[in-house]
């Protein structure tokens, strides 16, 4: 069977101001496509590459207040349904008189760098969430890794736990 949605096919732009997420997909879908998040009333439907979802109930992510999002994209191909789904949190990040900010919020980052073999163990989620609930424990609110992208897993506890990574 012809997929019509493959991995990363999905592209999620949360904007946080306008209270919307726009959704990024491949050109030149067959079909109308129907995007929705999971747990609510929002959803929208579209032909063309962007699908705007209007969100204006939402939930900013914060470390304090983690909370994800799931979108589900269904397109109905001549093979029969294809689904996608990605997680997501509404933030925004920013740089303000030489500060960072989290949804126009200063943040003092307090963090540590770490080289790809000391995220190594990461590969999995369970070994991803202790090092994340280690690093919050002690104080951290920011990882670096260097060396190698993040692990998806690593990437996951953070939003999960609410743990900035660069």
Same mark, same amino acid.
């Given at each position: 069977?012809?997929?019509?949605?493959?991995?990363?096919?999905?592209?999620?732009?949360?904007?946080?101001?306008?209270?919307?997420?726009?959704?990024?997909?491949?050109?030149?879908?067959?079909?109308?496509?129907?995007?929705?998040?999971?747990?609510?009333?929002?959803?929208?439907?579209?032909?063309?590459? &962007?699908? *705007?979802?209007?969100?204006? =109930?939402?939930?900013?992510?914060?470390?304090?207040?983690?909370? @994800?999002?799931? $979108?589900?994209?269904?397109?109905?191909?001549?093979?029969?349904?294809?689904?996608?789904?990605?997680?997501?949190?509404?933030?925004?990040?920013?740089?303000?008189?030489?500060?960072?900010?989290?949804?126009?919020?200063?943040?003092?980052?307090?963090?540590?760098?770490?080289?790809? &073999?000391? *995220?190594?163990?990461?590969? =999995?989620?369970?070994?991803?969430?202790?090092?994340?609930?280690? @690093?919050?424990? $002690?104080?951290?609110?920011?990882?670096?890794?260097?060396?190698?992208?993040?692990?998806?897993?690593?990437?996951?506890?953070?939003?999960?736990?609410?743990?900035?990574?660069?």
């Amino acid at each position: 069977p012809v997929h019509v949605l493959g991995a990363g096919a999905l592209f999620l732009q949360p904007d946080l101001r306008r209270k919307r997420v726009l959704v990024g997909l491949p050109a030149g879908l067959p079909c109308p496509v129907r995007v929705r998040i999971e747990g609510t009333d929002y959803s929208a439907e579209g032909t063309q590459e &962007t699908v *705007v979802i209007e969100m204006p =109930e939402i939930q900013p992510w914060s470390p304090d207040n983690p909370k @994800l999002y799931m $979108a589900s994209c269904a397109v109905h191909g001549s093979d029969g349904p294809d689904t996608l789904q990605a997680r997501f949190g509404m933030r925004e990040c920013s740089i303000k008189d030489n500060r960072f900010q989290l949804n126009n919020k200063p943040v003092l980052l307090r963090g540590v760098v770490l080289g790809a &073999t000391d *995220v190594s163990s990461c590969q =999995e989620s369970t070994g991803a969430g202790t090092l994340i609930k280690s @690093l919050k424990s $002690a104080g951290f609110n920011f990882l670096r890794v260097r060396g190698a992208p993040a692990p998806a897993p690593l990437l996951d506890a953070a939003d999960e736990l609410g743990f900035l990574i660069c």
